[in-house]
Structures are given as structure tokens and as C-alpha cells.
């Protein structure tokens, strides 16, 4: 299976690449020399990146409470290494703008992952211990191997979704993958994640929210992860029905310490956040 | 260890031997899987299910002895450009007509009777948002059909923009309807398009016979 993926993967590179300002500012953060002046350096050699990060600082979905008018104060209020996960997030659809699929919208793949990072987001303040921005992160790059199996394998991944359309079950699509290719859409994502060198939170919760007993240093996170995956499909679906998605693994609520009641109020709070999000995130 | 047992599928009514049925755990009961096109009618403690884009589906029963099933299907475009729109509109119609009566005929064939029949309708969802809402027509057509019939729709969850999974128990009457993930759209579309390409090149002919 690993060779599998690790094929797969060779057959994306230089197709999908991180943009330049979000490797520099990952580099910079890295070395121990660099101070944040040098980081907010590299961000203004960006200018529609630093138009969109400002925009984004200033934005209630940010809710600071005074004005970030340059590079230099947000680098410092907002702090670097949530600066890194905000470039990520910034980023990351248009990375995978260059793996198109005929299997689903990028609208309707960026809607779902966007409302997973703000579910994820808001269960994580509730959850206490676990960075809000980070798990955000997690939530919005959680499916990205599911761009690269429908590109890259468009029949097998065809005919993983049809298996799920074909049972009366509720058969969820990565164990379909499972049966279809022997592996998952998790674990190519977070394959990817660990060669694009992104930080171990991010591959853990990428690679086990679906398998969230294998997460090994970040099992709360992967947990909200894996919560918020479904919480969101709920809200897409206008449900407040847990029956209406796959399972929830117990064990996530017993490891983020969060119960059902929790759910109405969370979906009400990120159906109210989506659309700001998107002009925020998905917007060129 | 005894291995959970299986017990066999009931017995098919004659016309659907070709269905695919499988054992279902949490309904503890075979379900009949149709496709878009298809229908299925039985007279056992079995479900019938089906996924729906923009496709419509009747599920009609007699509610006294329990006979009863479920169709799927679409009206095919009409209002072409040669401006033929009142023909192509009728030939629409008399291909769900045909869908609707096939349906009610078998049931009523099998020992049904008109007046026990109900009527639940599900489908129709918009889920392509830039194009012409087909589900709303296929759902108005539904509703005008059974209206004329002078039977009744007890239920319904149609419209809206998700796709559907509807399971049907003929013998109980109870329903159960699961919004789908945008996820599958594209997956359903396909498969709704791939049936209407076969819908409008073999234009429905011959009679129904009417009971």
C-alpha cells in the first residue's frame, strides 16, 4: 500500500507546489537566526498576498480589536507561527486549482473543507488546550488526498463513490476507498502533508481523522478533527441529526472531552461564519 | 460460533427477477437497489431503494394489505429549439405517464386496490445551481399526475438542492430519506444523464394497458 501511495504522489509533483511566500516564511520560521522582521520582509515581497493577509487580520473572523495596517504589526500581533498556518490557509485551494477532477466541484470540495476548519476552529476553543488556528488548519486541509485520488485515479475513485451510492448502509467514502484501492484518502493526504514538510499536528490530523486510535502525539486534535468532519457534513445538510452522516468514533468526545448537547450551537455558529469565510479564504 | 444467518430472499413478483437484492443488517430485510429508469413492486416484508438528483420517485402502497412500490425517473427535456415545445412537452409527459402507471398497474395487477392506494413522493433536489430546475418540473409533473388520479401524497420531501437516498417499505409504508453530500452530485448527475441520453432516443410507444 505504501508504494502505492508513495506512486501516486510522484505523479503529482510539480503539478501541486506551495506557493513561494508560504516555503519562505516556513523556512524562516525554521531557522533559529531569523527574527520577525525577516519574516515580515518575505510577506511584503507578496503583494497580493499582503493585501489578503491584512484583509484577513482585520476581518471579524480574525477579531482583533485594534487596526493592522502593516506586515510588521501583524507578523507580531498575530505571531508567527499562527502566520505560518495562515499562509497555508490562504493557499491551499489555489495549490490544488492544478489538480481538477471530474468527480466533484472545487466549489463544493473548498465548501466542505472550509466548513470543517470553522467547526473545528469553534470546537476547539470549547475544548480548551488546543490551538483554535492550528486545528483550523487541519480542518481545512483534511480531505486534500481525496484531490489526488480523483485526479490522479479518476475510475477507482468513480467507482468508490458509486459503492457508497449502492448501498442502503451508510458506507463511508474512505472505507469504500479502502475496498476499491486498499487505501484512503487520509492517508494520502497526510503522505503529501509529510513530504511537503508540514508541521506533525497538520500530518497527524490529516492522516487519522477517519482512524483517530492511530494518531499518537496529537490525539485531541485529530479528534476535533475528525468531529468537526462530520458536524460540518451536518451543516451542510441543514441536519441536527448525527444519524444523517457516517459514525462519530466515541472516543472523540471522550478524548476532546466535548459532548453531543454541544452540536445545534456549534452548526448555528458556523453557518453564520461561511460565507465571510469564503470571501476570506477561497477568494482570490 | 454460530455464523449470523442469512435467511433467503423472499419471492419476487414476476418482471423483476432482474433486481438486484441484498440482506440488510440494520433493516434486518432484503432491499431491492433501482436504478434510474427502473421500478420495483413487491408483496413481502422487503425495502426497495434508490438514490435521486433531479429524478423524481413515487413510492405508492395499499395501505390494508401492503403491496406496493417505488418508481424513479425524469421527464426528458422538452421546448426544443425547432419550436416544437407543445409536442416535445407531451412526449415528456406520456414518458412519465408511462413511469407513473407502470407502477400503480403492477401494484393494482398483484391484488392492490385503487382506493387503499397512498402515495409518498421524494426527489427532485436542484443540485446544479446554474441550470434550468429540472427537479421542479419533474416534481410538479408527480403532483399534477396523482392529483388527476385522485389519489392522495401523504409525504413528501422533494425539492431543495441535496441528492437523496430513499429507502421504501412497502409493507409498512415507512420511509427513509438521507440527504447526500454534494460529494455525490457529480456521481448522480452522471448517472441521471447517462439515462436520459436512453429516455430520448427511444421515445416511449405502445399502449399502457389501464386496469
Redesign the interface.
Given at each position: 500500500m505504501k508504494n502505492n501511495i508513495a506512486e501516486l504522489l510522484e505523479g503529482v509533483n510539480g503539478l501541486i507546489t506551495l506557493p513561494h511566500v508560504f516555503l519562505r516564511i516556513n523556512q524562516l520560521i525554521e531557522d533559529p537566526d531569523s527574527t520577525l522582521f525577516d519574516i515580515a520582509k518575505a510577506i511584503s515581497q507578496d503583494p497580493s498576498f499582503t493585501v489578503r493577509m491584512l484583509r484577513l487580520a482585520n476581518s471579524p473572523f480574525y477579531g482583533l480589536s485594534s487596526t493592522i495596517a502593516t506586515v510588521d504589526k501583524a507578523v507580531s500581533v498575530i505571531g508567527t507561527s499562527q502566520i505560518r498556518n495562515l499562509a497555508l490557509s490562504m493557499s491551499v485551494a489555489s495549490t490544488f486549482a492544478g489538480l481538477p477532477n471530474n468527480l466533484v466541484s472545487m466549489d463544493n470540495f473548498w465548501h466542505h473543507s472550509l466548513y470543517c476548519a470553522l467547526v473545528a476552529r469553534i470546537l476547539a476553543k470549547q475544548a480548551r488546550g488546543c490551538d483554535p488556528s492550528t486545528v483550523f488548519t487541519a480542518g481545512l486541509l483534511h480531505d486534500i488526498g481525496e484531490l489526488i485520488i480523483f485526479n490522479r485515479l479518476p475510475e477507482q475513485a468513480r467507482a468508490s463513490l458509486l459503492l457508497v451510492l449502492d448501498q442502503v448502509d451508510n458506507l463511508p467514502v474512505y472505507q469504500a476507498e479502502r475496498q476499491v484501492l486498499g487505501f484512503d484518502h487520509a492517508e494520502v493526504g497526510g503522505e503529501l502533508a509529510r513530504q511537503w514538510g508540514l508541521p506533525p499536528l497538520l500530518i497527524e490530523c490529516i492522516a487519522c481523522h477517519h482512524d483517530i486510535a492511530k494518531a499518537q502525539h496529537y490525539p485531541r486534535e485529530t479528534a476535533l478533527v475528525h468531529l468537526a468532519d462530520l458536524i460540518a457534513q451536518m451543516a451542510e445538510l441543514y441536519t441536527l441529526e448525527l444519524t444523517d452522516v457516517s459514525p462519530v468514533d466515541p472516543a472523540a468526545w471522550e478524548a476532546t472531552g466535548l459532548s453531543t448537547d454541544i452540536i445545534e450551537q456549534v452548526i448555528c455558529e458556523a453557518q453564520n461564519e461561511i460565507i465571510e469565510a469564503e470571501k476570506l479564504f477561497l477568494g482570490n | 460460533m454460530s455464523l449470523p444467518t442469512i435467511p433467503r430472499p423472499p419471492l419476487v413478483l414476476p418482471g423483476f427477477e432482474h433486481v438486484r437484492r441484498?440482506w440488510?443488517s440494520?433493516?434486518e430485510a432484503y432491499?431491492a437497489?433501482i436504478l434510474p429508469g427502473e421500478y420495483y413492486v413487491t408483496a413481502n416484508n422487503e425495502?426497495v431503494?434508490t438514490?435521486l438528483g433531479s429524478c423524481i420517485s413515487a413510492c405508492i402502497r395499499d395501505r390494508v394489505s401492503g403491496i406496493g412500490g417505488m418508481n424513479h425517473f425524469m421527464l426528458p427535456a422538452s421546448g426544443d429549439a425547432d419550436g416544437w415545445k407543445s409536442t416535445s412537452l407531451s412526449a415528456a409527459t406520456r414518458y412519465g405517464n408511462f413511469a407513473m402507471e407502470h407502477l400503480i398497474n403492477v401494484i393494482l395487477k398483484n391484488g392492490g386496490k385503487r382506493q387503499n392506494l397512498e402515495v409518498k413522493l421524494f426527489g427532485g433536489g436542484r443540485i446544479l445551481q446554474n441550470m434550468t430546475d429540472v427537479g421542479m418540473r419533474n416534481i410538479t409533473f408527480a403532483r399534477d399526475y396523482i392529483q388527476t388520479e385522485g389519489l392522495k401524497v401523504i409525504a413528501e420531501d422533494v425539492g431543495d438542492i441535496?441528492p437523496r437516498?430513499v429507502?421504501y417499505f412497502p409493507a409498512t409504508g415507512k420511509v427513509r430519506v438521507?440527504?447526500?453530500?454534494?460529494?455525490?452530485?457529480?456521481?448522480?448527475l452522471e448517472e441521471e444523464n447517462r439515462y436520459l441520453s436512453t429516455v430520448e432516443s427511444k421515445p416511449v410507444c405502445g399502449e399502457i394497458e389501464l386496469f
Open positions: - | 441484498t440488510n440494520t433493516y432491499a437497489r425495502g431503494y438514490t441535496f437516498m429507502v438521507k440527504r447526500l453530500r454534494s460529494l455525490h452530485n457529480n456521481t448522480i
